[in-house]
């Protein structure tokens, strides 16, 4: 099974805090993905990854930034956290990205519940 | 605008009767088809894939997609109270430059009753 694992499921922060969030996956995906979900938005996409180093802007990424230094590891940093960040945050991998006929199915994280104050 | 489109209820069925879930989406070309059950407070998980027109039955679920008329659903047989969650619709859609992204509907909300 594949296995993703976040570092943690609730954080308080404050205001102006830098908050590190860690996802880790044990399957050697070559893509992760760093979503928030609000109530009424739903899944929405703020950065991924298909390989070390690399990464791409998804819909909302102002305020955030990511790391991808080892394949298994993909962090989302907030630089300077405000009350708007406030929100579910979920970690994907998938398999594959692109292609002809592009499966990419993603397997989630446990969640973080992320609450700036 | 690649959209997903889904009713997000609540859908009340009554225990034992089928849950019909139904999905929308806008890019033609799509591929491949995800359905995801999310309980109140966790994460969604992968419950259904379909590649191709037709049905495809796993247990009590059947996910059934038209490409032409770019419908999915998902049907759940005998429900269950357990089967009480929010169920997000995913299409892989082309996002441009060879790559795809995986473009979620805001889910529909089903309660079974007992």
């Known amino acids: 099974d594949v296995k993703v694992t976040q570092s943690s499921r609730y954080l308080v922060k404050r205001t102006g805090e830098k908050v590190f969030l860690e996802c880790v996956q044990d399957m050697d995906h070559e893509n992760m993905f760093w979503y928030r979900q609000d109530p009424g938005l739903g899944l929405r996409l703020i950065y991924f990854s298909y390989d070390v180093k690399m990464k791409e802007k998804g819909d909302i990424p102002e305020g955030y930034s990511v790391s991808r230094e080892k394949k298994e590891r993909f962090s989302l940093i907030l630089e300077s956290a405000s009350t708007n960040q406030t929100s579910m945050y979920l970690c994907a991998s998938s398999l594959r990205l692109g292609g002809g006929l592009s499966y990419n199915e993603q397997f989630f994280g446990p969640g973080t519940r992320l609450t700036v104050l | 605008q690649k959209e997903v489109e889904q009713n997000s209820g609540p859908l009340s069925v009554p225990e034992g009767a089928i849950a019909s879930l139904n999905c929308t989406y806008s890019d033609r070309v799509s591929q491949s088809f995800f359905w995801y059950r999310q309980y109140s407070g966790k994460s969604p998980e992968l419950i259904m894939s379909i590649y191709s027109n037709g049905d495809k039955e796993d247990g009590r679920f059947t996910a059934q997609l038209n490409k032409a008329s770019q419908y999915v659903s998902l049907l759940i047989r005998d429900s269950q109270p357990s089967d009480s969650a929010t169920y997000l619709c995913?299409?892989?859609?082309?996002?441009?430059?060879?790559?795809?992204?995986?473009?979620f509907g805001k889910g529909t909300k089903l309660s079974v009753i007992p």
């Open positions: 995913a299409v892989n859609m082309y996002s441009g430059a060879g790559s795809y992204q995986l473009t």
